[in-house]
């Protein structure tokens, strides 16, 4: 098993430009999630899923798009990036409902984002 | 709205010192994660609980639901211990919610 694959590690944009972060896991967990980590500020959510077809917004969504076609994939576009969107992003994965509960996360590796 | 609190934000510890990190949490969660975080970023999940206790070499970690409240103790504590440890809240609806991380840094 890969595990949770996230790509690409680095990247760097210019302002108003858009990108799409990929997020995949061969573990067939149905909960699959994106989050930004900027300094004193912790994990925070920006969309999740339960399943195929399934999406949610999470903490802050504004700015991103996700969907999720695939149990394997989910998919994070920036439409217009902006200064603000510059932070660590990381994909996550886990089962989903009643079987969570014995779940644990499995992270991505993360992906260093800047927005000039 | 679902919160999660954690303390402390930093700790520094002498090797061997015994370590506790708090969480606390709002209503209606279905399970409590905590994770570890070293320098360079990797993310690694350490327990996930949703009563009672689990015991992982030196680590254990705790969760009381009536208080709503979950402690990670690390005993007799190593400088590799040193990383950011976060604790996170799945609520029912799925959804997950991190504390700020508690960063530690643990001297020889």
């Known amino acids: 098993n890969a595990g949770v694959t996230q790509t690409p590690k680095f990247q760097v944009l210019k302002t108003g430009q858009s990108m799409t972060l990929q997020c995949a896991q061969d573990m067939n967990h149905e909960y699959m999630s994106w989050y930004r980590q900027d300094p004193g500020m912790g994990l925070r959510l920006i969309h999740y899923s339960v399943g195929a077809g399934i999406t949610d917004q999470g903490e802050v969504p504004n700015g991103y798009n996700v969907s999720r076609s695939t149990t394997e994939d989910f998919p994070l576009r920036l439409l217009s990036a902006a200064p603000s969107q510059t932070s660590v992003y990381f994909c996550?994965?886990?089962?989903?409902?009643?079987?969570?509960?014995?779940?644990?996360?499995?992270f991505g590796n993360g992906t260093r984002l800047t927005v000039t | 709205k679902n919160e999660v609190e954690q303390s402390p934000q930093n700790l520094t510890a002498q090797e061997g010192e015994f370590i506790t990190i708090n969480c606390s949490y709002s209503?209606?969660?279905?399970?409590l994660h905590w994770l570890q975080q070293h320098p360079g970023g990797g993310i690694v999940s350490l327990f996930m609980l949703s009563s009672g206790k689990k015991k992982h070499g030196r680590l254990i970690a705790t969760i009381n639901i009536q208080e709503k409240h979950s402690s990670l103790h690390i005993t007799a504590s190593h400088p590799r211990d040193s990383a950011v440890y976060i604790c996170?809240?799945?609520?029912?609806?799925?959804?997950?919610?991190f504390g700020t991380g508690t960063r530690l840094q643990v001297f020889p």
């Open positions: 996170a809240a799945r609520y029912n609806t799925d959804k997950l919610i």
């Open positions: 209503v209606g969660i279905s399970a």
């Open positions: 996550a994965s886990s089962y989903s409902g009643t079987s969570s509960y014995n779940s644990p996360l499995h």
